[in-house]
């Protein structure tokens, strides 16, 4: 089976710029899990979606949201970009997203200047 | 916010010997799992262990947990220079939807020196 795929690898964005990242999961995972890597904070959970609904969500202001499509694939979208938002930003996909291991993609480097 | 932390943030030994990390964490929990990342890229599973279990084993890892401590170890056996990466733990929370959402610890840098 094909990996978690995540795309674009790599952007570079103003601040007060909006961006869109994408994300594959592993055929037939229905939960896809986005979170956010920084030095400072490290690896913060940012929301779950399972068959296209929002299941869980961590603590980020509403500027960042998200979508799932009904082949499983999704979105996360991040308006008004702050300096603060340069991160790695990675999903993960699971089976049933219940006590099941996830499995990473290789992450989207977002740099805002 | 994370969930728990661990130790020690960093960790050097030379190949052969055995490397440990430890995890606390705060809630109570389903399952706690272990990944590796090597330089920024994604994450790798190493192994899960559920809030039932003690111990596990896979290949060179060992694993404990303590739920009564909320506290779980990692065990590196022979560790190889391939080993050189960062180690996190994870938490599943208790409930059914909520596999999902892992709450990870700050990470172990382990540096394998040949």
């Known amino acids: 089976k094909a990996g978690v795929t995540q795309t674009p690898r790599y952007l570079i964005k103003t601040r007060g710029q909006q961006v869109t990242l994408s994300c594959s999961p592993i055929?037939?995972?229905?939960?896809v899990s986005w979170y956010q890597q920084t030095p400072g904070q490290g690896l913060q959970f940012l929301f779950e979606y399972f068959s296209e609904t929002q299941r869980n969500k961590g603590n980020f202001p509403g500027r960042f949201s998200g979508r799932q499509f009904s082949n499983s694939r999704s979105e996360m979208n991040v308006s008004t970009l702050e300096l603060g938002d340069s991160a790695l930003y990675l999903c993960?996909?699971?089976?049933?997203?219940?006590?099941?291991?996830?499995?990473f993609g290789p992450g989207t480097r977002l740099t805002v200047t | 916010s994370q969930q728990g932390e661990e130790d020690p943030q960093a960790l050097s030994i030379q190949e052969g010997e055995n490397a440990t990390m430890n995890c606390s964490y705060k809630?109570?929990?389903?399952?706690l799992q272990w990944y590796r990342q090597n330089s920024g890229r994604g994450l790798v599973h190493l192994i899960l262990i559920r809030s039932n279990e003690r111990e596990k084993h896979s290949g060179r890892l060992r694993v404990t947990l303590d739920t009564s401590k909320k506290s779980s170890s990692l065990l590196i056996t022979a560790s190889r220079a391939a080993d050189t990466a960062s180690y996190f733990c994870a938490t599943g929370g208790p409930f059914y939807n909520q596999g999902g959402k892992l709450i990870f610890g700050q990470g172990t840098e382990l540096s394998v020196k040949p």
């Open positions: 055929s037939g995972h229905r939960s």
């Open positions: 993960a996909s699971s089976s049933t997203g219940v006590s099941y291991e996830q499995y």
């Open positions: 809630t109570s929990i389903n399952n």
